[in-house]
């Protein structure tokens, strides 16, 4: 079932999604070598709440944390954690809230310092194969359209490994809505997009193979070659010609660029 929504659901989709963005920076303020990835979901905790809105994704499918912060090898859901971040750390930080009945969903990869030109090279060819991806997202293209674009930028292009397990979703009153939006695949295949409908596009591409494995907890999805990964995702929704964006990196780049400890020389 797919979900059209009309201008003024969309401009309420917009606050929450906005309200994302805002957030992440909050925490990339935060992020330095010693911090750790529990401390940095008590910011992102705190943020939502004091700007009335609820996390989406604490206690959803049990889900025990208002964020997930992946680190290095971690793909994506990851617990935060007691662990300190380190010079050359790559964190992955997803956050997700519901405020007017609607929810935004985003996330970004910060790298802490050096962690080598090969991971800045990733960080930058994901974050480029979102915006490739949302390129498609207009109507009457395709989602197998925005798939293709993904993995060609990421693993056909430059050797990366897309991974399968995990995909995009429609986004709205519920966190994840059809259609499903992988990051790899047939261009023309799959559900015709149409005006109105609001996506989640999330690439999540590994360094090395695109296997992954789960941890112990359940949920944390880690490579399976131990290499590291990178997530980008932002909600668009479906217009004719251009896609409207309905997150914003804006504020969050602001902050990597302001925060010594953070690596924003990739782009
Ligand atoms: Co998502």
Same mark, same amino acid.
């Given at each position: 079932?797919? $979900?059209?929504?009309? /201008? ?7 606050e ?9 920076? =909050?925490v ?10 529990? =401390?940095?979901?008590? +910011? ?5 709440a ?13 889900y ?10 971690? *793909? ?21 809230? $519901? ?21 800045? %090279? ?28 993904? %993995? ?15 995909? #995009?979703?429609?986004? #709205? ?6 259609? %499903? *939006? ?12 149409? =005006? ?9 591409v /590994? ?6 494995? $789960?941890?112990?907890d ?9 290499? *590291?990964?990178a997530?980008y =995702? ?12 309905l997150?914003?990196?804006?504020? +969050? ?9 953070? /690596?924003?020389?990739? $782009?």
């Amino acid at each position: 079932m797919l $979900y059209h929504k009309t /201008n003024a659901e969309i401009e309420l989709m917009r606050e929450s999604a906005l309200l994302v963005g805002k957030t992440i920076a =909050e925490v990339a303020k935060a992020i330095k070598p010693g911090v750790t990835t529990k =401390e940095l979901d008590t +910011i992102a905790e705190k943020f939502i709440a004091a700007n009335k809105a609820v996390p989406s994704f604490k206690n959803y499918k049990g889900y025990p944390f208002a964020t997930c912060i992946s680190v290095n090898d971690a *793909v994506v859901h990851g617990f935060p954690n007691d662990i300190p971040l380190k010079e050359g750390d790559i964190v992955s930080v997803d956050v997700g809230v $519901y405020k007017n009945g609607f929810h935004g969903d985003s996330a970004y990869t910060f790298a802490i310092g050096s962690p080598g030109e090969e991971v800045l %090279q990733l960080l930058k060819a994901t974050k480029e194969s979102l915006y490739k991806g949302i390129e498609k997202a207009t109507a009457g293209s395709r989602v197998g359209d925005i798939a293709f674009a993904i %993995q060609d930028h990421t693993e056909k292009k430059r050797g990366y490994g897309v991974v399968r397990e995990l995909v #995009g979703h429609g986004l #709205g009153r519920s966190l994840h809505e059809d259609p %499903q *939006v992988p990051n790899f695949g047939k261009r023309g295949s799959g559900a015709k997009l149409k =005006e109105g409908l609001t996506i989640a596009i999330e690439p999540m591409v /590994n360094l090395g193979v695109k296997e992954v494995t $789960y941890d112990e907890d359940g949920w944390t999805v880690r490579t399976k070659d131990r290499k *590291v990964s990178a997530h980008y =995702e932002h909600n668009v929704c479906i217009k004719k010609g251009k896609a409207d964006i309905l997150s914003s990196f804006a504020e +969050i780049e602001k902050a990597e660029k302001e925060n010594t400890a953070l /690596n924003s020389s990739y $782009y």
